[in-house]
Structure formats: structure tokens, C-alpha cells
């Protein structure tokens, strides 16, 4: 099982900035990626960034050019710098490590088979 820890969440003013970050323990196998998802008030979890085992990011297309994922190996460690926020951006944001998440590009708009997540961390982007 991967325990995973997010945090950075906060309360931004649209056109913000925040960089979220994730620490994964546990059994990380090496077919695992590294992704985040996120679930507003109503709505269902969706993707929103991952990285593949190449190194390859992807990400839906209504954060494209704002939000930058990254990942630090040694540390076990994943990234989500997130700028130009925009309220819509609301919602609590997750990592996950999981082998389904490796070839994001073509997934984005599919059920997410997770099982293991962690707490989440708050982003609230409003005037």
C-alpha cells in the first residue's frame, strides 16, 4: 500500500500562485507514476497533472500552461506548482502513485481505479 501526504493548500486570490507537494511512502513499485487529481464541492475527482515513468508530463487540457508537475525521485517526492489560479481551480487536491496513472494523456476524462489516497490538501481560489 502507498501512504501519501499532500500539502501547500491555501486560499489565493484569482491569478495566485501555489505550489503543492506530496510526500509517497510505502510499496512504490518502479511501474508506478505519480499524478494529481482533484475533487471540488459536488463534483467527482478528476485528473489533473502526472508524470510518466519516462518523465513525460500530461495534463488536462483546462490547466494547461498554468500548472507545472514535477517530481523528485530521491525524496520520493511530486510537485505541483499552479499558477494564474482561477476559482474554478477549487477543490481539494490529491497525489496518487499507481500504475494506471502511467499514459495520463489518453485518461483524463476516464474513471479513476484508486484506491489509496491520502488526505488531500484545500485550494481555495476567491476574492
Known amino acids: 500500500r502507498v501512504h501519501v501526504t499532500e500539502s501547500g493548500g491555501a486560499s489565493v486570490q484569482p491569478g495566485g500562485s501555489l505550489r503543492l507537494s506530496c510526500v509517497a511512502s510505502g510499496h512504490i513499485y518502479s511501474s508506478y507514476c505519480l499524478g494529481w487529481f482533484r475533487e471540488a464541492p459536488g463534483k467527482e475527482r478528476e485528473a489533473v497533472a502526472a508524470?510518466?515513468?519516462?518523465?513525460?508530463?500530461s495534463y488536462r487540457d483546462s490547466v494547461k500552461g498554468r500548472f507545472s508537475i514535477s517530481q523528485d525521485n530521491a525524496k520520493n517526492a511530486l510537485y505541483l506548482q499552479m499558477n494564474s489560479l482561477k476559482p474554478e481551480d477549487t477543490a481539494t487536491y490529491y497525489c496518487?502513485?499507481?500504475?494506471?496513472?502511467?499514459?495520463?494523456?489518453?485518461?483524463?476524462?476516464?474513471?479513476?481505479?484508486?484506491?489509496?489516497w491520502g488526505q488531500g490538501t484545500q485550494v481555495t481560489v476567491s476574492s
Open positions: 508524470i510518466d515513468r519516462d518523465g513525460t508530463p
Open positions: 496518487a502513485a499507481d500504475s494506471w496513472i502511467c499514459g495520463m494523456q489518453r485518461k483524463y476524462n476516464d474513471y479513476i481505479p484508486i484506491a489509496d
